[in-house]
T-cell receptor, first 115, second 111 residues
Framework: NAGVMQNPRHLVRRRGQEARLRCSPM?????VYWYRQLPEEGLKFMVY????????ESGMPKERFSAEFPKEGPSILRIQQVVRGDSAAYFC?????????????FGPGTRLLVL | GQQVMQIPQYQHVQEGEDFTTYCNSS?????IQWYKQRPGGHPVFLIQ?????EVKKQKRLTFQFGEAKKNSSLHITATQTTDVGTYFC???????????FGTGTKLQVIP
């Protein structure tokens, strides 16, 4: 049973380019969470999605960032016109549901470097 | 909004010494989870505590959930170099049971 998959594992972009990060949840999981982690810092919640729905995007920057979790295919975190401050590790986690007591299983992360 | 703080932020211990990290939430939690992140790795689930005053053990690790369900601790007995990493608590509460991660405690074990 494959775990949470993220790709690419490493992504290098120049300022102004777009970054697309993909996350495939564990089989049977319909809830996806995205977190950002700056070097030597903790996990900052960004967004929580279910299939075709954004449940909580309170941690997403108001501009340039968007996320989706379509009916088919992986969840996508999109960063437009990247800036150096976007350099970070972006982790995706999935859970089967979110009624309480559900463990989040993390993917290996995408390390984004903006030059 | 809910805040979850951990202390200390960093801890250096000699191999064989004990280690404790404390987690405090600004609100009452329905449950608390603990994760470990090795350097360069991703968070890995360790355990979940649900009941008030609950204590769970995993080999050298002891986890406690406070009576008021607002704080928790992780204690490691006789640390080993394999214990190196950052330990995060994560509290769950609210309407859709949002999980809020603590600030983390980075443990360094000196051989």
């Amino acid at each position: 049973n494959a775990g949470v998959m993220q790709n690419p594992r490493h992504l290098v972009r120049r300022r102004g380019q777009e970054a697309r990060l993909r996350c495939s949840p564990m089989k049977g999981h319909s809830h996806v969470y995205w977190y950002r982690q700056l070097p030597e810092e903790g996990l900052k919640f960004m967004v929580y999605l279910q299939k075709e729905n954004i449940i909580d995007e309170s941690g997403m920057p108001k501009e340039r960032f968007s996320a989706e979790f379509p009916k088919e295919g992986p969840s996508i975190l999109r960063i437009q016109q990247v800036v150096r401050g976007d350099s970070a590790a972006y982790f995706c986690a999935s859970s089967p549901e979110s009624r309480g007591g559900e463990t989040q299983y993390f993917g290996p992360g995408t390390r984004l470097l903006v030059l | 909004g809910q805040q979850v703080m951990q202390i200390p932020q960093y801890q250096h211990v000699q191999e064989g010494e004990d280690f404790t990290t404390y987690c405090n939430s600004s609100t009452t939690l329905s449950n608390i989870q603990w994760y470990k992140q090795r350097p360069g790795g991703h968070p890995v689930f360790l355990i979940q505590l649900v009941k008030s005053g609950e204590v769970k053990k995993q080999k050298r690790l002891t986890f406690q959930f406070g009576e008021a369900k607002k704080n928790s601790s992780l204690h490691i007995t006789a640390t080993q170099t394999t214990d190196v990493g950052t330990y995060f608590c994560a509290g769950q509460s609210g309407g859709y049971q949002k999980v809020t991660f603590g600030t983390g405690t980075k443990l360094q074990v000196i051989p």
